[in-house]
């Protein structure tokens, strides 16, 4: 079905495709009613946030048929979030309810509708993290994951201006913890619950864009990543052995079974024993290998989450799917976030990458071709064995169109700086000009009235004697054009090309990232082009 899915996609022809399902039944020793059904194409997969679906049962009627005009076949809703705060009515966890959502529950909402539209509803959640704030962080510090100086992700700073870090990243590997006493009973009151058509994974990985080689070193994995790679034998722990150098090459000998961890281990300190983890070495003199069973054992911790959840949802609805969105490189994301997700096949009903522009370096068109590639690639390395939807963001694929915007919002507050000064203040007026000039080019186009608007904004903050209020309403008008920009400010045709440019690499379907994006950059129509198109 899977792999049949994809290819009648592919072909473009129902006919071709119901032919591939009949020739995967048969392979599979079996015929029957699948073997008649029309051969569906290629998914539409579609991100949505709560604001996005609406609080009213209209407002939620009117996003799911603006959702099946565009041929969004299912929808990935988020439940739990980034502060851990969740947006279903729950009888366990009433402590995490989202502010504004105390007394309506999103799933309740959304399900039933969705099944009239034959629209699927997952629950997507942002797994391993937490707000510092959040009512199970705040009672279970311990469950925290911790760095060599035994602090948590809060310590961290994001950027070269070293913004902090708002968010604590939670251990996935200590039992009882966050995975078994919160995580996974989310999952199965949801998966109990609610009709949903599955459990969407997200930031199912380690903290590795913020500090990739930094966590977890709480106590429970200190003790358990050498434990995890059997540094040391349980039985009989006093008695160590040396490397026996039998073979010529050093490293050659690891199999004489020398004893690796350091003796009177339980004296170290945590950093001590982190840097061993990180920096030490198997065999004396050897390369400094050790980091290997780190990064073993974070792959292990994620791979087993992955699995238990599996396990959990398949017993109480083994009709329930899950997905999980993923780090476009599974063989890098496995080294960096511990996200190995090309062996999760056993335990995955479909993948949804995010192969965003925002992970690649280079212009739209370089763009493109590596979006191509890597979709390639991901079919690849999964072995199409399970269904792939190519995740797209729309909003970073209009790089070129709000860096303009960006640019002339930051000379502005140059300007803003430069108060008095002669010479600073005719070099930031000069970047405002050109600022003003490269935006211009393309607003100018879609919107004369906009254009102008700004324009006199400029103008006037660039007057002598302009007062703080001045180049602060331009600020404000850039802003605003950033949020709510004129129609065609951000051409449709990038999406479509988009949209072109994974279905070469021949993945299952493709999934859009977000559902508030496309109203804010007004691309549904666009959306819904590209879906009739692909399904013709
Ligand atoms: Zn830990």
């Given at each position: 079905?899977?792999?049949?899915?994809?290819k009648?996609?592919?072909?473009?022809?129902?006919?071709?495709g119901?032919?591939?399902?009949?020739?995967?039944?048969?392979?599979?020793?079996?015929?029957?009613?699948?073997?008649?059904?029309?051969?569906?194409?290629?998914?539409?997969?579609?991100?949505?946030?709560?604001?996005?679906?609406?609080?009213?049962?209209?407002e939620?009627?009117?996003?799911?048929?603006?959702?099946?005009?565009?041929?969004?076949?299912?929808?990935?809703?988020?439940v739990?979030?980034?502060?851990?705060?969740?947006?279903?009515?729950?009888?366990?966890?009433?402590?995490?309810?989202?502010?504004?959502?105390?007394?309506?529950?999103?799933?309740?909402?959304?399900v039933?509708?969705?099944?009239?539209?034959?629209?699927?509803?997952?629950?997507?959640?942002?797994d391993?993290?937490?707000?510092?704030?959040?009512?199970?962080?705040q009672?279970?510090?311990?469950?925290?994951?911790?760095?060599?100086?035994?602090?948590?992700?809060?310590?961290?700073?994001?950027?070269?201006?070293?913004?902090?870090?708002?968010?604590?990243?939670?251990?996935?590997?200590?039992?009882?913890?966050?995975?078994?006493?919160?995580?996974?009973?989310?999952?199965?009151?949801?998966?109990?619950?609610?009709?949903?058509?599955?459990?969407h994974?997200?930031?199912?990985?380690?903290?590795?864009?913020?500090?990739?080689?930094?966590?977890?070193?709480?106590?429970?994995?200190?003790a358990?990543?050498?434990?995890?790679?059997?540094?040391?034998?349980?039985?009989?722990?006093?008695?160590?052995?040396?490397?026996?150098?039998?073979?010529?090459?050093?490293?050659?000998?690891?199999?004489?079974?020398?004893t690796?961890?350091?003796?009177?281990?339980?004296?170290?300190?945590?950093?001590e024993?982190?840097?061993?983890?990180?920096?030490?070495?198997?065999t004396?003199?050897?390369?400094?290998?050790?980091?290997?069973f780190?990064?073993?054992?974070?792959?292990?911790?994620?791979?087993r989450?992955?699995?238990?959840?599996?396990?959990?949802?398949?017993?109480?609805?083994?009709?329930?799917?899950?997905?999980?969105?993923?780090?476009r490189?599974?063989v890098?994301?496995?080294?960096?976030?511990?996200q190995?997700?090309?062996?999760?096949?056993?335990?995955t009903?479909?993948?949804?990458?995010?192969?965003?522009?925002?992970?690649?370096?280079?212009?739209?068109?370089?763009?493109?071709e590596?979006l191509?590639?890597?979709?390639?690639?991901?079919m690849?390395?999964?072995g199409?064995?399970?269904?792939?939807?190519?995740?797209?963001?729309?909003?970073?694929?209009?790089?070129?169109?709000?860096?303009?915007?960006?640019?002339?919002?930051?000379?502005?507050d140059?300007?803003?700086?430069?108060?008095?000064?002669?010479?600073?203040?005719?070099?930031?007026?000069?970047?405002?000009?050109?600022?003003?000039?490269?935006?211009?080019?393309?607003?100018r186009?879609?919107?004369a009235?906009?254009?102008?608007e700004?324009?006199?904004?400029?103008?006037?903050?660039?007057?002598?004697g302009?007062?703080?209020?001045?180049?602060?309403?331009?600020?404000?008008?850039?802003?605003?054009?950033?949020?709510?920009?004129?129609?065609?400010?951000?051409?449709p045709?990038?999406?479509?090309?988009?949209?072109?440019?994974a279905?070469?690499?021949?993945?299952?379907?493709?999934?859009?990232?977000?559902?508030?994006?496309?109203?804010?950059?007004?691309?549904?129509?666009?959306?819904?082009?590209?879906?009739?198109?692909?399904?013709?």
């Amino acid at each position: 079905m899977t792999r049949t899915t994809g290819k009648a996609w592919r072909t473009g022809a129902c006919l071709a495709g119901s032919l591939l399902l009949v020739a995967a039944a048969m392979a599979q020793g079996r015929a029957g009613p699948a073997a008649q059904e029309p051969a569906r194409a290629g998914k539409l997969v579609l991100w949505a946030h709560p604001p996005d679906v609406g609080r009213t049962p209209e407002e939620v009627e009117a996003f799911l048929a603006r959702a099946a005009r565009s041929g969004v076949d299912d929808i990935l809703v988020l439940v739990k979030g980034m502060s851990g705060e969740i947006y279903w009515q729950s009888d366990r966890f009433q402590d995490s309810t989202a502010a504004a959502w105390k007394d309506a529950d999103l799933l309740e909402l959304l399900v039933p509708r969705a099944r009239k539209h034959k629209i699927g509803i997952h629950a997507w959640l942002v797994d391993f993290v937490e707000g510092q704030r959040s009512a199970v962080y705040q009672k279970n510090l311990h469950w925290a994951q911790l760095n060599p100086a035994g602090e948590t992700t809060l310590s961290e700073t994001l950027g070269v201006e070293r913004r902090p870090y708002p968010y604590v990243w939670m251990c996935p590997a200590q039992r009882p913890g966050y995975t078994d006493q919160w995580l996974l009973p989310m999952i199965e009151e949801i998966a109990r619950k609610y009709d949903v058509a599955g459990i969407h994974h997200d930031y199912v990985r380690y903290p590795g864009d913020v500090a990739p080689d930094a966590y977890c070193f709480c106590d429970y994995c200190l003790a358990n990543i050498p434990r995890h790679a059997m540094l040391q034998y349980e039985a009989r722990a006093s008695q160590r052995s040396r490397v026996r150098p039998v073979q010529e090459r050093l490293e050659a000998n690891w199999w004489s079974d020398p004893t690796v961890q350091p003796p009177e281990w339980d004296q170290r300190d945590r950093r001590e024993k982190a840097d061993f983890l990180l920096n030490g070495r198997t065999t004396p003199l050897g390369p400094p290998d050790m980091r290997y069973f780190f990064y073993d054992y974070r792959v292990h911790q994620i791979d087993r989450f992955v699995r238990e959840s599996w396990d959990l949802v398949k017993k109480i609805n083994p009709r329930l799917e899950i997905s999980s969105a993923v780090f476009r490189n599974p063989v890098q994301s496995a080294r960096y976030i511990g996200q190995q997700w090309h062996g999760w096949n056993p335990w995955t009903d479909f993948y949804t990458p995010m192969s965003y522009r925002s992970h690649f370096a280079g212009d739209f068109e370089t763009y493109l071709e590596r979006l191509e590639e890597t979709t390639a690639r991901q079919m690849e390395w999964i072995g199409r064995g399970r269904p792939l939807y190519a995740g797209i963001a729309t909003t970073y694929l209009y790089r070129e169109e709000q860096e303009p915007i960006d640019n002339l919002r930051a000379a502005a507050d140059r300007l803003h700086a430069a108060g008095a000064d002669g010479e600073e203040r005719a070099k930031a007026a000069a970047a405002v000009r050109e600022g003003h000039r490269v935006l211009d080019g393309t607003l100018r186009p879609v919107s004369a009235d906009r254009s102008k608007e700004i324009a006199h904004l400029v103008e006037a903050a660039l007057a002598p004697g302009a007062d703080r209020a001045t180049v602060e309403s331009l600020d404000k008008a850039l802003a605003e054009l950033r949020l709510r920009p004129p129609a065609g400010f951000y051409p449709p045709e990038k999406l479509t090309r988009a949209i072109a440019a994974a279905q070469r690499g021949n993945p299952d379907g493709i999934a859009i990232f977000s559902a508030g994006s496309l109203t804010r950059e007004d691309l549904w129509p666009a959306l819904e082009a590209a879906s009739r198109e692909w399904r013709r």
